[in-house]
């Protein structure tokens, strides 16, 4: 038992078993920053008997899609999800993994045509899942991404 | 019915495509030839986008629309066009798919045609995207194989640069459908990526060694920029290049994509052995099956 993981929220969304360090990615992918005015809470290196050491964010006051949501598990794949309204859990669920995302990444081939400022070319990847990694192929240049966290937009 | 309304990619074709493709160009070698004169693209307009130079290309796919009975348009120089005002390539894709019924393109940016291809209202053909795809080369060469030996059981030797040149890995990929034997010949520094190695029977050998057992060599120029210094260039590359006296005795058919620099002593030329200039030529009749393929 844990104690600390969930101080109660009214309405919102809970994300569990973020691998440990990769909270704040979480929260740059669902793209809350600095000046957002969601109420955001975090707990990190959380004992967890599943994962050894996790990470919980919690997020109120902003309304995230499914969709967005999934965009999670390209760095959290056993990632869960609480949709928590007045106070109880509506909704629970693992993240997937999105076929193709659009916007999240950028391409670290400089050559490629997403990378050129001049044209209107948003960049999409393709999400390919091996034994146990998962992959973001460049849909122009075909590029293989295996850190996605460094090519976050 | 097309299988395909763009190409951009050998990695998009199915093995059954690529059958299709070389097949189908069977049916147009008399017409590459002038022998007949099938009018069926007649009326139709391809579209030239060539941004950075590629004379052969560009005229190869300008014999096969007219072949075909159809009409070819040009970007013209790029300085003078509207894309050294700073157009972007997406405007450019957009304007001229209401002048033509296909697109070939030419760009120095990897990626390019798969771009144009998502922007254009007509079909595009990739005719190479810098260091990326140009599948009608691979198509070529496959036709070439399959035209002079087969691609059942073939055993093929790749031949110089196989750690950058992207005509080899592409051809590589292809190869593969077609489960050939292949023996990589080439200076340790230019050595063919593991990563390309995956699915595929593979090994290392002499020059010696290809050209005693093997169906194919296929040369690719070895270029300066690769090496420190000209010295270690010149030693380097002098012990890839193909002579007469190490042919002559052996069936081994060489190909090169060209233009070759010397990477081929001109004594190969009058072999039976030789075969790159009707490789070349092939490429007459492997875009015209493309052409009709994408706009029929
Ligand atoms: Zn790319």
Redesign the pocket.
Known sequence: MNVLTISKIRDGTVIDHIPSGKALEVLKILGIKRGSRERVSMAMNVESQKMGRKDIVKVEGKFISEEELNRISLIAPEATINIIENFEIKRKFRVSIPESVEKLLR???MS????DNKEPAT?IFRIEKTDNQVVAV??????KVYEIEEYLV | MSRFRHLISIDDLSKDDIEHILKKTDDFLEAAMGRERPRILEGRILVNLFFEPSTRTRMSFESAMKRLGGEVINLGSVEASSVAKGESLADTVRVVSGYGDCIVIRHYR??SARFASMVSEVPVINAGDGAGQHPTQTLLDLYTIRKEVGLRGLKIALVGDLKYSRTVHSLIKALTHFKAEILLVSPEALRLPEELRENGRFAECSLDYAVENADVLYVTRIQKERFPDEDEYRKVAGSYRITARMVRDSDVLIMHPLPRVDEIAYDVDSLPNAIYFRQAFYGVPVRMAILSEVML
């Open positions: 391409c670290p081939n490629c045509i997403s990378n960049p460049c849909v122009y240049c075909g590029k | 990897e990626g």
